[in-house]
């Protein structure tokens, strides 16, 4: 059983407006899907999508050969799975705890150019 949902984050410098954003996404998710918590183990990939700055674009909007492949910058890792599952965990209607979590996949990389920022999480179910 996995699920995968995408909470767009609007002012990836703004750790209440990440907060905010992640909330209001599963929010929607509980409304739109009828979900029982998770009572066992579970696996989750989180995939952070950073929106490119305009200094990484040209004027027609295409990534100069100049920019960074890699988003290798802040925020760290650690700290942005921290943060989106403590909102998970306080939402309370997807497991009772994030300590259930036993395998945990992060990854962070650019946006394709034009695309806002965002995280695509799945969880999956006693994997």
Known sequence: ???KFVARM???DA???WKAAVD???VEISRTHSLEPFTGRC???LQFYFQRPKSHLRTS???KDSAPGPHTSKPD???LAKLVLDRITRNGRFWGDDAQVDMLAIGKEWAKAGEAGGVLVTIRQGT
């Open 1 to 3: 059983m996995g699920a």
């Open 10 to 12: 609007y002012d990836s």
């Open 15 to 17: 750790a209440d407006a």
């Open 24 to 26: 209001a996404q599963l």
């Open 43 to 45: 696996s989750m990939i």
């Open 61 to 63: 909007g295409a990534v």
């Open 77 to 79: 890792l650690d700290n």
